[in-house]
């Protein structure tokens, strides 16, 4: 294994080990009874790890080829998976997203993401000669859009991410730039059509304007979150001395723990974590334009994007430079769905690079 893919797992290893060190300190504050719950947690977390682990070997050892020949059944069973959740979903927080095994919670929309991926690293590998014409980006737009829009009923940060993701990767195979801006006009309609059909998201961008306008209300957790930065400083209040996870900021331990993680490590922490992930996604940039098979190129320009979209928006909305998404940071947010996901991506990413096997 090459010193930049070992470098790059290294990152990879260190993220994950601190999201679930950040985790751990967050929950072990709010709970009710931590002496009788402290295990409760571990246990939780170390299940979350092992099966992110486990995804993560099975990503790096597959047959990459096995996945895309499956890829048309794996998007029906994320279909029909998407639907269920309205069936049979759990609702949480006034959102049904997750169908619920008991033994964790899963997230059908965190799936969609790698599945969507590897289906248009196909479509792209398959037309890259016609993506120019409109008739053969017509038929894959229209499904992830479907695939976005069931999403976007009850996760719109999500759906967002999946349909920028595609978009560029689109753009990258060859579609028109004209054809580009077409659909994301017609995406943006699309937003505004959603936004306006529930009110708690038009309130959203209400308050993100002003946030401690109302800061007894609606704009609470954004405030909450400023003020966690703004109690960090330069060097921090130290490892678990945060007053913000003690039930002040709701949803410390997953979209919002970068607030904690910058009240308790300051800008010094908050920078390095940052730093992390621009040298995590750089190499990852480096990765995909030393591909030559060209699935290998788009699968990893997909997965290096997905992610490094997902970071840019979560840390936005923690900083208030946009509006609440509730949208995780990967690897370091609380959450089975996310981290198994993520852990996949990576997996498959240098599986990849590593089969290639050139210039590392």
């Not at 290294?10 to 999201?19: D, T």
């Not at 737009?141 to 990767?169: C, H, K, M, N, P």
Request: net charge positive; proline share 3%; charged share 15%.
């Amino acid at each position: 294994m090459s010193q930049a893919v070992r470098f790059y797992f290294g990152l990879f290893f260190l993220l994950v080990l601190f999201g679930m060190v950040m985790v751990f300190n967050i929950k072990v504050f709010v709970v009710d009874r931590p002496d009788a719950q402290v295990f409760s947690i571990f246990r939780s977390q170390a299940v979350n790890l092992v099966i992110a682990a486990i995804a993560f070997i099975a990503a790096y050892l597959v047959n990459v080829d096995i996945i895309r020949g499956s890829i048309k059944y794996l998007l029906l069973f994320i279909i029909l998976l998407l639907l269920a959740t309205f069936v049979i979903g759990t609702e949480v927080n006034g959102a049904k997203r997750w169908i619920n095994l008991h033994f964790m919670m899963v997230q059908p929309s965190e799936f969609a993401k790698l599945v969507v991926i590897f289906y248009l690293a196909e479509v792209i590998c398959n037309k890259r000669d016609r993506l120019g014409l409109w008739k053969e980006v017509i038929y894959p737009f229209s499904l992830v859009s479907a695939i976005v829009l069931v999403i976007a009923v009850e996760d719109l940060g999500t759906a967002l991410i999946i349909f920028s993701t595609s978009l560029v990767l689109m753009l990258m195979g060859g579609m028109r730039v004209k054809y580009f801006a077409v659909l994301l006009s017609f995406a943006l309609l699309v937003v505004t059509v959603l936004i306006l059909m529930k009110p708690y998201r038009l309130e959203r961008l209400r308050v993100w304007q002003d946030p401690w306008k109302y800061k007894q209300a609606q704009g609470y957790q954004q405030v909450q979150s400023e003020v966690a930065l703004g109690r960090g400083g330069m060097t921090g209040v130290g490892f678990g001395n945060s007053q913000r996870k003690l039930r002040y900021l709701p949803e410390a331990s997953t979209d919002f723990i970068f607030a904690i993680i910058g009240e308790e490590f300051g800008f010094v922490g908050s920078t390095a974590l940052i730093g992390a992930f621009l040298a995590f996604f750089l190499l990852g940039g480096y990765f995909v334009l030393s591909r030559y098979d060209p699935f290998s190129f788009y699968l990893t320009a997909g997965i290096v994007l997905m992610l490094g979209i997902q970071a840019a928006i979560n840390l936005g909305v923690v900083t208030s430079t946009l509006p609440n998404k509730g949208v995780p940071l990967p690897f370091i947010s609380y959450g089975g769905s996310s981290l198994i996901v993520s852990s996949l991506m990576v997996g498959f990413l240098l599986n990849v690079v590593v089969s290639e096997g050139r210039g590392y």
